[in-house]
């Protein structure tokens, strides 16, 4: 009897699972521990395999999912990346919001790329691109690479890698390799994202190998996708960001293996983001427009999923505008746990108190990560001080190595605000504040006290919270318990409107996808049917739609939030969901009925909910997808648009035969070298032909081909 073991490590905490034929025999939880990601898997692994008896066999597969990616994305982090553009105009970098994500990081234009019939529309120009990396080449760790229709014609893209790849040492990421669909800008956002993330992925997959090898365990390391599917580490660190939305996708899958519910919704609250998507007659729906997280669409393949940073370590702030209390989404330390690790700190709490006045800083701190784990008195090295730090960010280091620090007491010196801000955003230091988790300790979680948070620090932070509300205008409550009873109500329409906002987008990518031109039809090879344009009203489809892409409006979710049962509107307004709701993650059990009970459905809440992830993670298989396109070049004659440039044939059935049969072959290879096993392929044709005065005329193919297999283990 061989075991498999699951690992997710997410934003607060690492998790591990060992199944047997198919039963969960041991689970696990160890805090994560961002600036050692090994420690908290060491911790996780550690728990689990001291469960089970040593008798047991080995193990034969390890299967990672981690929200790290994700996080990295909704929090704004990532590596200094260099974006090359050929055949690019300078406007282009406004669609897909191009320059918002660069921000400060370098673009390089320079000439190249093709036309949509694969035609060159001029050689890439390495002269200019030589001239222009001079000045820039140190400053950033890594390449993305996009070129003008580069799915239809590849050459130049992978001119320009091979080139940066023989001058610089550095990683490349290319447009075509990430996706075959159309819109540039779009697959060169994706490529950015795949090269900010390759170094986090990285470290996040040597820490775990290292891992691996203490415990002696020898097993192929998988990874989860956005999708669901697995691949192995090797694949998932060339193209990380097909990882985004790899723990959320873990749980989805998760969620089906424990409970035997057809259609659901699926709400997985983690320590930093919430994680909504939708499962219909067992499986769940993929995004056919690509991965959004944190406000960034991309081309990734991936499970229909909502990202909204609200998580249990969502930090809770009162916005002095418009005199509320807001709730993430920037991650935190709970003050509880922090205080846990420092106790000392409570006293700083208390001499809060005695002050007149709370300030935007009250029950807020700052320390490093690393010393929480060997105690504030510990000398700091400065071999451990990271490097580049600019003269101020030197100074908040060597002051918080000595110890941590009330932010209160740090911003008495205001030129320090935007080191510490610099210094957060790298992962060098972390920030303390109130979240939901204090909340919870507040009212009084059993299961969080049991974990020896600090209940007296999140009280005391509490109160300091409500003095500044009241000092500032904003709400009054008579009790820390009221106050914390009313941010776990916000927390809970928060997560009640983004399920809404979820299940509405859902319903208008339906209209999306069903809606077409009257003249324009699709036309599938197994069904051979078309598909009609929807028949859904236009005002309420582009209403949908508009939804779909923006969400509720601020003034739309302050109207539903004042209806919703309970509120003090004269309107009452009940949702009903037609799926009951299951909820995961370690939250969970705080949170979901009251969701429920706003959306007049019902929560289901498993035993194993907070190790969700992990079970997902060991639980998937491997499949692999690829795509090629035909277009008409006049009379009969089509092209294939292959990743070594067009192919041109005689007629249409002979060229989908033969991308048929060049996808079949990629896609076996690429299964087995992502780690499948009994390997199946699946194959579908979509032919889009447009109609002109009764005449059908061909428009366009895509043909693909899946892969589908199960994940080798080291007992095959």
């Known amino acids: 009897m061989t075991c498999k073991l699951g690992l997710d490590t997410g934003g607060t905490f690492t998790d591990a699972v060992l199944l047997s034929n198919g039963e969960i025999i041991a689970h696990a939880k160890s805090p994560t521990t961002h600036h050692n990601l090994s420690i908290g898997l060491r911790g996780a692994v550690s728990a689990v395999m001291g469960k089970i008896d040593p008798s047991i066999s080995p193990v034969s597969l390890v299967s990672l999912s981690t929200t790290l990616a994700t996080n990295a994305l909704v929090e704004g982090y990532g590596r200094k990346v260099c974006l090359i553009l050929a055949g690019y105009s300078e406007q282009q970098l406004k669609r897909a919001r191009l320059a918002e994500v660069m921000g400060a990081d370098p673009v390089l234009f320079i000439a190249g790329g093709h036309h949509a019939s694969g035609e060159a529309i001029a050689e890439p120009d390495l002269n200019n691109l030589r001239e222009q990396l001079a000045a820039i080449d140190e400053a950033v760790d890594a390449y993305a690479v996009s070129a003008m229709f580069s799915v239809r014609n590849p050459a130049h893209e992978i001119a320009i890698r091979d080139w940066l790849m023989e001058k610089t040492s550095k990683p490349v990421s290319c447009g075509y390799e990430l996706s075959s669909a159309l819109d540039a800008p779009r697959r060169a956002l994706t490529a950015v994202l795949n090269a900010r993330l390759i170094p986090l992925i990285h470290n996040l997959l040597n820490a775990t190998t290292d891992m691996l090898s203490d415990f002696g365990i020898k097993a192929p390391l998988m990874v989860v996708k956005g999708d669901g599917s697995l691949v192995t580490a090797k694949v998932a660190t060339v193209s990380p960001v097909e990882t985004i939305l790899s723990g959320p996708a873990a749980s989805v899958v998760g969620a089906g293996y424990l409970n035997d519910k057809r259609d659901l919704v699926v709400a997985d609250m983690g320590g930093t983001t919430t994680d909504i998507a939708v499962v219909e007659n067992g499986r769940p729906l993929l995004d056919p427009q690509g991965a959004t997280v944190g406000g960034w669409t991309t081309m990734v393949r991936a499970i229909r999923i909502n990202t909204y940073g609200l998580g249990g370590d969502s930090e809770i702030s009162f916005d002095r505008e418009n005199r509320l209390f807001r709730v993430g989404p920037q991650r935190v330390t709970p003050v ?155 927390v809970a329409r928060d997560a009640a409107l983004a399920i809404m906002e979820t299940v509405l987008a859902r319903e208008a990518a339906g209209d999306a996808k069903s809606s077409t031109h009257p003249a324009v039809s699709k036309q599938g090879s197994q069904a051979g049917q078309s598909v009609s344009n929807s028949s859904t009203h236009p005002h309420k489809r582009f209403a949908r739609q508009r939804l779909a892409r923006n969400g509720l409006h601020p003034e739309q979710r302050a109207l539903i939030e004042s209806i919703f049962e309970g509120g003090e509107s004269s309107l009452s307004l009940r949702a009903s969901l037609s799926h009951p709701l299951v909820g995961l993650g370690a939250p969970a059990n705080g949170y979901y009925d009251r969701v429920a009970q706003l959306l007049g459905t019902t929560a289901v809440v498993p035993e194993l909910a907070g ?83 009764g005449e059908k005329v061909f428009f366009e193919s895509t043909i693909t081909v899946s892969a589908h297999g199960r994940p080798a283990s080291a007992a095959d």
């Not at 746990?337 to 709370?358: A, G, H, N, W």
């Not at 969700?612 to 006049?634: D, E, F, M, Q």
């Not at 991308?659 to 392929?681: K, P, S, Y």
């Open 336 to 490: 509880s746990t922090f205080v846990r690790d420092y106790p000392e700190f409570v006293e700083t709490l208390k001499k809060q108190l005695e002050l007149p006045f709370s300030t935007t800083h009250s029950a807020q701190f700052v320390f490093i990560p690393a010393l929480a784990d060997v105690g504030s008195d510990s000398e700091v090295v400065a071999a451990d001080m990271p490097a580049g730090l600019s003269g101020q960010q030197r100074e908040l280091w060597q002051r918080l190595a000595k110890k941590p620090m009330a932010l209160q007491t740090l911003f008495e010196d205001q030129t320090l605000d935007l080191a510490f801000r610099r210094l957060v955003a790298a992962g060098h230091i972390a920030h303390a504040a109130f979240t939901p988790t204090d909340a919870l300790l507040v009212i009084g979680s059993e299961h969080l006290l049991t974990q020896g948070f600090n209940a007296e620090a999140a009280s005391l932070a509490a109160e300091l919270l409500m003095r500044y509300s009241r000092q500032n205008l904003g709400p009054v409550w008579e009790s820390e318990v009221e106050f914390a009873a009313a941010m776990r109500e916000q």
């Open 611 to 693: 190790v969700a992830n992990a079970i997902g993670a060991v639980v998937g298989t491997v499949n692999i997808s690829r795509s090629l396109t035909i277009t008409p070049l006049g009379g009969k004659r089509v092209q294939v648009h292959r990743e070594d440039g067009p192919a041109e044939f005689a007629e249409l059935e002979a060229a989908a035969e033969a991308a048929r049969l060049e996808l079949e072959q990629r896609v076996t290879t690429m299964a087995v070298d992502a780690g499948a096993m009994d390997i199946q392929t699946t194959f579908d044709r979509n032919d889009i032909v447009a109609e002109n005065q």
